[in-house]
């Protein structure tokens, strides 16, 4: 019932920025987890950020803290994924996640089950 549709990905040189988008609809309650994910080829999926609409809790990989910011736009119902200084190591396909409800391990978890939805993901490339 929920759907998520990401957008935003492309290529960047090092150092540079770009903002990931989800959009999401569908959505039932006021309390869920919005995440994304990423995964490069050879790669096991790796959490990026999360945050729980209605709460306050904020999760951002090691990896990703003080370059990534995840945030959402309530009046266009999106969620986004804001990333500067880009390394080539971020190079990955990115995911947008939703759970309904709490989730203790939201950003880092990635139960699929009834609760849950995935969008289909945008790439992004970092050259150096």
Known sequence: QVRLV???GGSVQAG???RLSCAVSGIRGSYYCMAWFRQAPGKEREGVAGMHIGGSSIYYADSVKGRFTISKDNAENT???QMNSLKP?????YYCYFRRGYYGACG???LTDALSSWGQGTQVTVSS
């Open 6 to 8: 990401e957008s935003g």
């Open 16 to 18: 540079g920025s770009l």
């Open 79 to 81: 969620v986004y994924l």
């Open 89 to 93: 190591e971020d190079t990955a396909k």
């Open 108 to 110: 880092t978890g990635a």
